[in-house]
């Protein structure tokens, strides 16, 4: 692939496909039913966890061409997610966990990041059901997702079966999420606003449900592709040498201003993306009558501030198209309506508030006085959301029945700290977004006021509190399929499936047979380059190091010359070691010594990564007399 070419990949190949998990590109809609469970390795963990993650491998759900997705439609979807903690369980090293972004190194709870997402109070990680410093250490995380509570059960129990007999614990069972409703919670239609990655097999579909549709670089969701800054996003890597069956594509660094490829390092994120779970309690009854009392139990008003306050109305029509009322107040009428931008009828704010929920989450045309220039910014900081309820439904919105309910929040990106991260602190929790003061988002973060523009004057709503309360959360790595099967080599005793792809005619859809191949040696030390900001050229590579090698099996002459030993004692003063002296003095010679029996004879001793040669061995003692002193072992030996 020359450079152009690279350079040119804003969309996603179809050649891709069969490497990309589902989730990538489908909020898989027509799978209403899932489990979400995170699992731990355990201390000690053998062969067995390298092995399970081979076969599971093996039954992840990847992109699927149209056809094939109707043909396979009510076949239950895995997904399979990583944290961190988990990565290194498998055998990434530290070295390889620093070609990561920080926010995925640091973790979702460290001070600064909690920092940033507004994690405090009742929501700090402390008291988190999971991914807090309280609890169990999630590694992996498996979504199944199924069509009928028998599909799901059924897929639940096999899986269940597998990860048991491998030695996996599960730390944390999430309520059940499902999609029997098109809305949350607090009643209103979600998941109308999402991007679509250029190059998906849903492109129009979209376009066809919600009248508008966004496409951005894929670049900005999945890692190997071009981004909306015309760059690749950052990806974590590997040493080649770590990859000897080539399971991982080469990396493409910036090189005098090219992209190049380079054989010494493998690109393990490629085709991946990292996902973003967040478990989050909403108490509907405590939004419903604060509404209400500050409408002072009018119900149509009630509903007026419920559609300021998000930026849609319950039936998802949004309040820049309809400021005051919807043409269909039914409650069941769903008006999924996208095709809109705040500028110039909504400039002012009338329709939707700056300060309003959807507008602060994708601000499109509102933060620049062109229009071109605001959604070039805003496009910048999409993400793709992948939410889904828990809880029972609501009957009275108005009355707390004290069962929990929420919403787990999941999104992927392929940048954390420019996308999320960037979203959470600079526009859902900043108090002074756009031109407000002292206003953080009224739904999600607390108010603790909320300015709603009006002419002749505003309104302000004050006494806004914490409708929602974040119970768990943590920073995955959702990797491509091959990446798997990286993982799954690194394990001593792991069969590695090769996949044999099945193409049924005129489709590129894959079905992985696990073919199980011998197994691999220990891998070598690996090889990081550190990787340049955005934009910037990196540093010069470092000297790789050299590969550790076993002891030859058959004798052989020692790698480096030994000292002669001394055959007698002799008065003089002992020379000093050869690394001590001056470059200018050339080192004595050494006496000439007979070459071994091959009986006798030792092997070479193995070399030590990040030394250029190894340690010489100690003279042998013949008595009576006395060896010369050895070489210091924090000096190397002048050859």
């Avoid at 799978?31 to 390298?50: D, I, N, Q, T, W």
Wanted: contains cysteine.
């Amino acid at each position: 692939m020359n450079e152009q070419t690279f350079l040119d990949r804003v969309a996603l190949q179809q050649d891709d496909w069969p490497n990309i998990q589902a989730l990538a590109v489908t909020a898989l809609s027509h799978h209403p039913l899932s489990y979400y469970v995170l699992l731990h390795f355990g201390e000690g963990m053998s062969g067995k966890a390298h092995q399970w993650l081979a076969a599971l491998a093996g039954r992840i759900t990847p992109i699927l061409p149209k056809e094939v997705a109707r043909q396979r439609k009510h076949d239950p979807v895995r997904n399979v997610a990583l944290t961190r903690e988990g990565l290194l369980a498998l055998g990434l090293t530290g070295t390889e966990m620093e070609t990561f972004p920080f926010p995925f190194q640091d973790g979702m709870t460290s001070d600064h990041r909690r920092r940033i997402l507004g994690d405090d109070g009742p929501a700090a990680p402390e008291s988190w059901h999971w991914g807090g410093p309280k609890n169990k250490t999630a590694h992996v995380l498996l979504m199944l997702f199924a069509r009928t509570p028998a599909d799901l059960d059924s897929v639940i129990n096999s899986e269940r079966a597998s990860w048991t007999q491998a030695g996996l614990s599960v730390a944390y069972e999430l309520p059940r999420p499902h999609r029997d409703s098109t809305r949350e919670h607090f009643g209103f239609l979600d998941g109308v606003g999402q991007p679509v990655p250029r190059g998906t097999p849903n492109s129009g579909k979209q376009k066809a449900r919600t009248g508008h549709e966004t496409q951005v670089n894929a670049g900005e969701f999945v890692l190997g592709y071009i981004n909306e800054d015309r760059v690749p996003p950052a990806s974590p890597s590997v040493a080649a040498e770590r990859d000897p069956q080539r399971i991982l594509p080469p990396r493409r660094r910036l090189e005098n201003g090219s992209y190049v490829e380079d054989a010494e390092v493998r690109d393990f994120g490629a085709n991946g993306t990292y996902l973003v779970l967040r478990q989050i309690e909403q108490d509907v009854a405590s939004f419903w009558k604060t509404l209400d009392a500050a409408a002072r139990g009018d119900a149509a008003r009630r509903e007026w501030l419920g559609a300021k306050i998000v930026g849609r109305w319950p039936s998802g029509a949004p309040a820049t198209l309809h400021p005051e009322a919807v043409a269909d107040p039914s409650p069941n009428a769903d008006d999924p309506s996208n095709d809109f931008s705040y500028r110039p009828a909504d400039v002012a704010g009338t329709g939707c508030p700056f300060g309003a929920h959807i507008r602060r989450s994708n601000p499109r045309d509102t933060l620049n006085e062109d229009p071109a220039v605001a959604l070039r910014s805003a496009r910048r900081h999409r993400l793709l959301r992948r939410g889904r309820s828990y809880g029972p439904p609501v009957t009275d919105r108005l009355q707390d029945d004290g069962k929990e309910r929420g919403l787990h929040f999941a999104c992927l990106n392929a940048d954390l700290e420019r996308q999320f991260e960037f979203v959470q602190q600079t526009w859902i929790n900043n108090p002074n977004f756009f031109s407000l003061s002292g206003e953080a988002d009224p739904l999600i973060a607390g108010g603790p006021a909320m300015s709603i523009p009006g002419c002749p004057v505003r309104e302000r709503i004050a006494g806004l509190q914490h409708f929602v309360t974040v119970r768990g959360g943590a920073y995955f790595l959702l990797p491509s399929l091959p990446a798997l099967r990286f993982l799954a080599s690194l394990g001593a005793a792991a069969s590695v499936p090769e996949p044999e792809v099945v193409k049924p005619a005129g489709d590129l859809e894959p079905i992985a047979v696990a073919m199980p191949i011998p197994p691999q040696p220990a891998p070598a030390a690996a090889v990081i380059e550190t990787r340049a900001p955005e934009g910037e050229t990196p540093a010069p590579k470092p000297a790789s190091r050299p590969k550790p090698q076993a002891p030859a099996p058959k004798p052989q002459a020692p790698a480096v010359k030994p000292q002669a030993p001394a055959a007698k004692p002799s008065s003089q003063p002992k020379p000093a070691p050869p690394a001590a002296k001056s470059a200018s003095s050339p080192p004595p010679k050494p006496a000439p010594v007979p070459p071994p029996s091959p009986s006798k004879a030792k092997p070479a001793a193995p070399k030590v990564p990040g030394r250029s040669s190894p340690e010489p061995a100690a003279p042998k003692k013949t008595p009576p007399a006395k060896p010369s002193a050895p070489p210091s072992k924090n000096k190397k030996p002048k050859k």
